[in-house]
């Protein structure tokens, strides 16, 4: 703490103050709201500590509540402290409310008095060692008598007439004005009396009355209860004696019948009334030391913070530990054990001991530990309400915020009537043993975090790290937060439980809804720190397939108010973060980055409270680039950090890109397609985003169905694992449909690929779809042609006069480049001896052995002559012209006379064909499905047919509601294997 006060000013909040700034709002928040706790129920214990030396030893005559019996003593007391408590309380809690300057004054006495008593009991041990005083304790056997009982009895069990003096024996000690033998004697003569003592053992006053068996067999003596330093009672007392709730007290040296029979509660011996151990009695004990923290916590009012907090804790420290350890030693040397036990001094009828120990008179220890406890429970409702100012100043936790205020001089009204409140909470407890091992789990876990904040800031070697005090190290800071846990649970492990689920509900608390500071703490160093390793660690090799979880890029659209065009795309995403990856969303601003600084960043912001809007941690990027599609190509290659990049990117289909007479939208749309597939990246599609159910809009029942055409690394099957992960699609159940051809054994295949999800312990309804090679119908022919022909008229609509006069020159012939990720790869009817298709043997020829996917022979070359004539041909002049003018409403240019005799091509014929057939399929089986996941073809090597390509992806997706369209990454991404 020494070393965290002299780094840097110290204001109000002491020990609050040094956490949070070293550690961060959330465990300083935590940690102080618990330490503010412990530090009033100590006022309360205080207070309660001063009320019990009140009523028992300085004015017993002024209990309010008298005990009806010897069973209802303990509540009488106890309603006695309830009472006089609220009364200290109330008083305390003005004086403070009046100003802190009289507690400094009344400090100072309460100080001396306490120093007075300390000397005093120096003293008496020192006196005790030549004249021990008289305090006698009453034995039967080896066991301890209560005084209460005996009143003005002797301790005898009978009593002699008067006589003169003769020689005593050594078991005899003098009581009253006779002697008093130690063994009951028949012999003896009859002028014999029993005493108040024979009466409680046996069953009448006569002599011969029936008594209790250890009763007769024992002796009755009287030992010293203070023999003195010189007595050599500490060797007895070195050595620790725990008792069990209801054992009596006994002294080991003391002779004992045998055998030994259990005493019961109604004779009048003194009992254990609680079960003592180390543990239990550490957690008493620890509050007593707890008091060091006070002139930290008013590190407000200090002159010179940084130098008085380490001079005065540490001298705090070291003269309590000297005098708690010297008054142990005293005590065991100089009074006996089984009243060093007794708790409530039933042996001494409730006389101090400590007072009879010390000199002149027990006066001195009385008034001093009165004075002791008025002046520490001061201290503990000054330092308290300071603490809970600093906290809800400092404003991280939003309903505090109203106990941050107070007078126009500083002190902290309202925080000082919640401590109040508090500490009368303490007070009906009334209970010190209750409230003691309390208060010793929240200081306990102060100085853990406090010991914390010391060792993380020392080996983190942050630059700001510069203590003045230079006397510390980082492992005697790990040391002390080990035995603060230790402590913890070894005083009370139930409470220790108890007070870390409180600190961590404040930790969550301050985490989710307290407001959001940044103090350069400790934790965050820390963060950087493990983020670097990490991330050194990921670059040691390629993620495993187990570890495979998508990654995801999210591209995103601004308007032109800079409002996301398609936050549902953020949803969608949300939704998937079942993988728990990394999400990254972008946005790429067009212009000039030295013009456009101030556009990004409130892209940024932006783009930040969306993401907080729709739930999505991650990260948000927003790059300037002079074309969108170079920006986007920019954030696909550079986003993301050594092993942490992305895996998937996720980007929107373009609306209207029919009408849109500028291509740039679908132009970039396809080349996002081209530069993913480049960088082997996943490409996730969703079509009618806006139908996507919102994270509000679960889906009560339906199915998500995936069809399965091509494999793709196992992409299709964990997208829907992972979405039932969510609340939104979670009672959806999945089929999986997959395509065969006539010739194909559907009912292995549909085996096959049951077994492979039982591998893959995916859950999933399988059905294979038989598809037969049919006739290109004219509706195709007629569709691809006018598909060719509204291509060519957007191009001529879009072209300059010079690029006309340049399109002119072209050949009008110029045949399409063909594409290997065209649909022909994508499912099994069509061609596949074109010259437009893979060479390369992809995986449209047999079915996929591992995974089931339908592949089949793909059959069929062009189109034959025969199949010519079964063609009707119903595109004819006056259509085109009416098509012309429905489309596009103007004229008809210079360059469309060629429309006309423009033939499709056969390669489209065939793609447009496999697109109408499957998307009538998957209509036909998916009409009502809540989600069709499809297999999204590569777009074409040459950009002249990127038109075309779009609009197969239309006919392929035409009438179906909800689609993801997904081209995996090329590796896999789920395994069989555990």
Same mark, same amino acid.
């Given at each position: 703490m020494s070393a965290i006060a002299t780094n840097g000013v110290v204001p109000a909040g002491g020990s609050y103050f040094m956490i949070s700034r070293s550690l961060g709002p959330e465990f300083g928040g935590a940690v102080g709201l618990c330490f503010y706790l412990g530090t009033t129920f100590a006022g309360a214990m205080y207070i309660l500590g001063a009320i019990e030396i009140l009523l028992m030893y300085i004015a017993p005559w002024a209990a309010i509540f008298v005990s009806s019996g010897p069973d209802g003593e303990g509540a009488a007391m106890l309603n =006695?402290?309830?009472v006089y408590g609220s009364i200290f309380l109330l *008083? @305390?809690? *003005?004086l403070v409310f009046v100003g802190v300057k009289y507690v400094n004054k009344l400090a100072s006495v309460f100080l001396a008095c306490v120093i007075i008593s300390i000397l005093s009991i120096y003293t008496g041990a020192l006196v005790s060692a030549f004249s021990p005083p008289t305090f006698p304790v009453c034995m039967l056997g080896n066991r301890t008598l209560s005084g209460h009982i005996l009143h003005d009895s002797p301790c005898a069990k009978t009593t002699l007439p008067k006589e003169p003096p003769r020689p005593v024996d050594t078991n005899l000690t003098l009581a009253g004005n006779g002697t008093v033998p130690s063994t009951f004697d028949p012999s003896l003569p009859s002028s014999e009396a029993t005493t108040a003592l024979w009466l409680q053992f046996c069953e009448g006053p006569d002599l011969n009355a029936s008594c209790d068996y250890y009763f007769n067999l024992s002796n009755i003596s009287e030992i010293p209860g203070i023999?003195?330093?010189s007595s050599g009672v500490i060797t007895e007392n070195i050595w620790s004696v725990y008792l069990s709730k209801g054992d009596v007290l006994e002294k080991g040296s003391l002779p004992s019948p045998r055998p030994v029979h259990p005493p019961t509660n109604r004779l009048p011996y003194v009992f254990a009334d609680i079960t003592t151990s180390f543990t239990l009695l550490v957690g008493i004990f620890f509050p007593s030391v707890t008091g060091i923290m006070a002139g930290s916590n008013r590190s407000g009012d200090l002159k010179d913070a940084q130098r008085s907090i380490p001079i005065g804790t540490i001298m705090a420290i070291l003269t309590t530990s000297l005098v708690y350890l010297s008054s142990v030693v005293l005590f065991g040397a100089c009074i006996e054990g089984v009243v060093l036990r007794d708790k409530f001094g039933d042996s001494v009828k409730g006389n101090l001991v400590v007072g009879t120990l010390s000199w002149p008179s027990p006066w001195v220890i009385v008034i001093g530990s009165f004075f002791s406890t008025c002046g520490a429970g001061l201290q503990s409702l000054t330092g308290a309400p300071r603490l809970l100012q600093a906290i809800a100043k400092d404003n991280i936790i939003p309903f505090l915020r109203v106990f941050g205020h107070g007078k126009a001089n500083g002190e902290p009204t309202w925080a000082l009537l919640l401590t109040a409140l508090i500490a009368e909470l303490g007070i009906l407890i009334a209970s010190l043993d209750l409230v003691a091992p309390i208060l010793s @789990? /929240? /200081? *306990? @876990?102060?100085? *853990? /975090?406090? =010991?914390? $904040?010391?060792a993380l800031q020392t080996l983190l070697r942050t630059p700001n790290w510069r203590p003045r005090f230079s006397y510390y190290h980082w492992t005697l800071s790990f040391l002390g937060m080990i035995i603060c846990l230790a402590l913890m649970f070894i005083s009370s492990w139930y409470y220790a439980i108890v007070a870390i689920v409180i600190a961590g509900m404040i930790y969550k608390y301050i985490e989710y809804h307290g407001a959001e500071k940044e103090w350069g703490d400790g934790i965050r160093g820390l963060s950087l720190s493990a983020a670097r390793y990490a991330l050194l660690r990921l670059e040691e090799g390629p993620p495993h397939t187990k570890n495979w979880r998508p990654q995801l890029l999210v591209l995103l659209k601004l308007d032109e108010d800079a409002y996301v065009k398609s936050p549902r795309l953020l949803? /969608?995403? !949300?939704?998937?973060?079942?993988?728990k990856g990394l999400t990254i969303v972008g946005t790429v601003i067009t212009g000039n980055y030295l013009h456009s600084y101030g556009e990004a960043l409130a892209a940024e912001q932006t783009l930040k409270h969306q993401m907080d809007k729709e739930k999505v941690k991650g990260f948000c990027q927003c790059i300037v680039a002079n074309k969108a599609r170079e920006g986007i190509s920019h954030m696909i290659q550079s986003s993301g950090l050594g092993g942490m990049r992305h895996n998937t990117v996720v980007m929107g289909w373009p609306l209207a890109w029919r009408q849109s007479e500028d291509p740039q939208s679908w132009k970039t749309f396809i080349n996002t397609v081209r530069v993913t597939t480049a960088a082997h990246l996943a490409l996730l599609v969703p079509k009618n985003i806006s139908l996507f159910p919102g994270n509000s809009e679960p889906c009560a029942e339906g199915y998500i169905d995936? &069809? &399965?055409?091509?494999?793709d690394g196992g992409m299709l099957m964990l997208l829907p694992f992972l979405l039932r992960q969510h609340k939104v699609w979670r009672k959806c159940a999945m089929r999986i449909f997959t395509v065969a051809q006539m010739e194909d054994n559907s009912i292995q295949m549909k085996k096959d690929l049951a077994t492979f999800l039982y591998h893959l312990r995916i859950e999933a309804d399988v059905e294979v779809v038989e598809m037969h090679n049919s006739d290109i119908s004219a509706y195709t022919y007629e569709r691809t042609l006018m598909m060719e022909q509204r291509s060519q008229m957007l191009r001529q609509m879009r072209l300059s006069k010079s690029d006309r006069e340049k399109e002119v020159r072209r050949p009008q012939q110029a045949q399409l480049v063909k594409d290997r990720n065209s649909m022909l790869r994508l499912t099994s009817i069509g061609s596949d001896d074109d010259e437009d298709t893979d060479g390369g043997g992809g995986p449209t020829g047999n079915a996929e052995k591992g995974g089931g996917a339908?592949?089949?022979? #793909?059959?069929?070359?062009? @189109? !034959? $002559?025969s199949e010519n004539r079964r063609v009707h041909m119903t &595109?004819?002049? #006056?259509? $085109?012209?009416?098509?012309?003018?429905?489309? !596009?409403?103007c004229s008809t240019p210079e360059g469309f006379r060629d429309m006309l005799s423009i033939r499709p091509d056969h390669s489209n014929v065939r793609r447009m064909h496999t697109a109408v057939k499957l998307n009538e399929v998957i209509v036909n089986k998916s009409h009502d499905a809540r989600l069709v996941l499809l297999n999204m073809p590569g777009p074409p090597r040459n950009p002249a047919g990127d038109e075309n390509y779009m609009e197969f992806l239309e006919v392929l997706t035409e009438g179906l509601e909800r689609v993801l369209l997904v081209r995996g990454g090329g590796s896999e991404v789920i395994t069989i294997y555990s």
């Open positions: =006695n402290m309830r *008083l @305390m809690a *003005l023999p003195g330093l @789990m /929240f /200081f *306990l @876990m102060c100085y *853990l /975090f406090v =010991n914390l $904040a010391c949803t /969608f995403a !949300s939704q998937l973060k079942a993988g995936v &069809w &399965w055409i091509v494999h339908a592949g089949g022979r #793909e059959r069929d070359g062009g @189109m !034959s $002559a &595109w004819t002049k #006056e259509k $085109a012209l009416q098509y012309r003018a429905t489309h !596009s409403g």
